[in-house]
């Protein structure tokens, strides 16, 4: 499975932006997929998740109320809305998805098999 993820750039601080991630290959493993993101000397840090049938959400709790994720089967593809931005959501945001079978864990990066090369986002004051 291959994730690329879009979307990100410069905004200003009370902005938005819609992130993308598209799937490619062997779509049919993919369970749940999500969205991590690394600010500069800050560990990975988990934001949101939605599973794939039920398509249950999860979201940390600095995205609540601001950041929806959504997904779309039909495409492979999973988006993640992002509202009133402020400077520390500065970070480079990272798609993953789940693969089916193994072990899942919604809020850790050992719950994800397979990992996008992430995409920037910069919040400016």
């Known amino acids: 499975v291959q994730l690329q993820a879009s979307g990100g750039g410069l905004v200003q601080a009370g902005g938005s932006l819609s992130l993308s991630c598209a799937a490619s290959g062997r779509t049919d493993n993919i369970y749940g997929m999500g969205w991590w993101r690394q600010a500069p000397g800050k560990e990975r840090e988990f934001v949101a998740a939605?599973?794939?049938?039920?398509?249950?959400?999860y979201y940390a709790d600095s995205a609540k109320g601001r950041f929806s994720i959504s997904r779309d089967n039909a495409k492979n593809t999973v988006y993640l809305q992002v509202n009133s931005l402020n400077p520390e959501d500065t970070a480079v945001y990272y798609c993953a998805a789940q693969r089916k079978f193994s072990y899942i864990d919604y809020y850790s990066t050992n719950g994800y098999s397979y990992w996008g090369q992430g995409t920037l986002v910069t919040v400016s004051s």
């Open positions: 939605i599973g794939w049938v039920l398509q249950r959400t």
